[in-house]
């Protein structure tokens, strides 16, 4: 039994097919990409297989960018030298899908294989004294499986490549065994399956471009041109916003935080205590500076006040929210500002900041603090107080470094910034270019010509400016591709839009890339 399922694997095995891959030298991958073709088909032949004396014929084709498809066809149909009872007859077809890493016909590829065929083998005498079995008898059946391949392809020539690929996986066959003498008794007739290498192939393969490379060989040029002709298309998104079109007002935020010092569980804003001149004088010059700006208009002010978690919740609350509301009472007095501009708002304890804190120190037993800290599920009157009970040390620590930063006053201001012609905004640009919307900026771009020192700088300010914006990200990608820096135009690529231009701009970055190859 054991014999018969080797000779059976070796018939198996003797019908199994490889295919092979493209790969080029740097310079032929260069003409290749120059020229556009892509090399859509591939004729091919198992060497290994013509080692039974079997004719076998296979076809590979791109149906899409790293995905071939192909067929395989192999066909034994004569005697063998052993005489007229010798015989190694068969057929098999194999179609498989191939997904490559790098591009079509080329490298490595991993693949999903289908298999069958029918076979009359023996009376064979293999050299080495090899599947003997095979000498005295006769194997007559069908069999039908598939697996996975994997394997690689290089290239030989501008048409011809040489592949190596090995498939695993698995077949069923039904078989009638015969004593190969007379070739008429049949013994049994059987089936059996089997989970193993299922091909192995050293291929032999011709190139042809198809139409789909006709075609295509005029797309590398293309994407070129436009690159070193940015007027035309790669810049259109710049061309595009030279429009004059109404703008949506223009909203700024200013976010900043004051440590005001209140005298313990009072209220009252002393402007002469400990920190506060300095920190009073700040948030009046910070709001006095954008009132005094003429191309702003201050929209909004909301003073948030925070208390520390020490002392009952019900009282931090109060303190919180009276200490905002006589901090903004103060702060309107001295910026003479309508006080429909002020908002109070307030966070009786800043649990959010003592977390941040302890993530960030070096304190022993941090996750058990953590624990404490986070856990919603506990009042935050219990929460302080679990903390002081169970870690007293780490609470007193905490207590004289960490609490008093908790008490502290956010300021939130919104402003209006006045639309700019371009005179003013290219002005404006040198000293303040927070205040331009990117509409603004690319109309300064286009008083300077397209490519130039002075419009290239313009570009990169505004992807400076608004890093997150898809057109601004890939104006800065095409200028770092006309410089011929296709690494630096990798992260803007990604931040681009999936417009014309874009594709456009990607296209040739992916030319860059593997002519440097």
């Known amino acids: 039994m054991l014999f018969e399922r080797i000779v059976l694997v070796a018939i198996l095995m003797m019908n199994c097919c490889f295919l092979p891959l493209t790969a080029h030298s740097a310079e032929q991958h260069k003409q290749v990409l120059q020229l556009g073709h892509t090399r859509q088909f591939g004729i091919k032949t198992n060497l290994l297989y013509w080692g039974t004396t079997t004719p076998n014929l296979g076809l590979e084709m791109a149906v899409g960018n790293r995905h071939t498809a192909q067929v395989f066809f192999g066909l034994n149909p004569w005697k063998q030298s052993g005489g007229d009872h010798s015989s190694l007859r068969h057929w098999m077809v194999m179609p498989e899908y191939r997904y490559w890493f790098n591009q079509n016909f080329e490298g490595w590829f991993v693949g999903a294989h289908a298999l069958g065929g029918q076979y009359n083998v023996g009376g064979v005498k293999f050299p080495f004294g090899l599947l003997k079995g095979l000498r005295n008898h006769r194997y007559e059946g069908w069999y039908a499986g598939g697996g996975i391949t994997a394997g690689k392809q290089w290239n030989l020539s501008k048409h011809w490549n040489f592949e190596a690929s090995l498939g695993l996986g698995y077949i069923h066959t039904q078989y009638d065994k015969f004593e190969c003498g007379t070739c008429g008794e049949k013994l049994k007739s059987a ?76 209220i009252e804003l002393r402007a002469d205590y400990r920190r506060n001149p300095a920190q009073l004088d700040s948030i009046i010059t910070t709001i006095k500076a954008l009132k ?226």
């Open 292 to 517: 005094a700006d003429k191309n702003l208009q201050v929209m909004g002010i909301n003073i948030h006040g925070f208390a520390s978690p020490e002392g009952s919740y019900k009282h931090n609350e109060y303190l919180a929210k009276n200490r905002a509301i006589t901090l903004t009472e103060y702060v309107r007095k001295m910026v003479e500002l309508p006080d429909s501009i002020f908002t109070v708002s307030s966070t009786a304890e800043d649990w959010d900041g003592l977390c941040e804190y302890i993530k960030s120190s070096n304190l022993e037993k941090k996750e058990q603090l953590l624990a404490i800290v986070q856990d919603k599920k506990l009042e935050p009157d219990a929460r302080d107080a679990k903390l002081k009970q169970q870690y007293p040390a780490q609470y007193r620590h905490l207590l004289t470094t960490c609490y008093p930063a908790l008490r502290h006053s956010d300021y939130h201001i919104t402003y209006k910034v006045k639309p700019f012609d371009v005179e003013e905004a290219r002005v404006i640009m040198k000293t303040k270019p927070q205040l331009l919307s990117l509409n603004e900026l690319y109309m300064v771009a286009q008083t300077y010509e397209v490519g130039s020192k002075d419009f290239n700088e313009v570009m990169e300010l505004a992807v400076r400016m608004y890093p997150t914006d898809e057109t601004a990200n890939l104006n800065a990608a095409i200028i770092r591709l006309n410089a011929g820096d296709a690494d630096a135009a990798k992260p803007y690529l990604d931040r681009a839009d999936d417009s014309k231009e874009a594709d456009a701009a990607r296209k040739a970055y992916e030319v860059m890339t593997i002519s440097k190859k």
């Open 191 to 266: 089936h059996k399956n089997y989970v193993g290498p299922t091909k192995v192939a050293l291929s032999l393969i011709y190139l042809i471009p198809g139409r789909a490379d006709e075609k295509r060989s005029t797309d590398a040029p293309q994407i070129i041109e436009t690159i070193h002709q940015p007027k035309q298309n790669v810049l259109k998104p710049v061309l595009q916003l030279q429009a004059v079109v109404a703008e949506a007002p223009k909203i700024r935020h200013l976010d900043k935080r004051a440590y005001i010092d209140f005298p313990v569980n009072r």
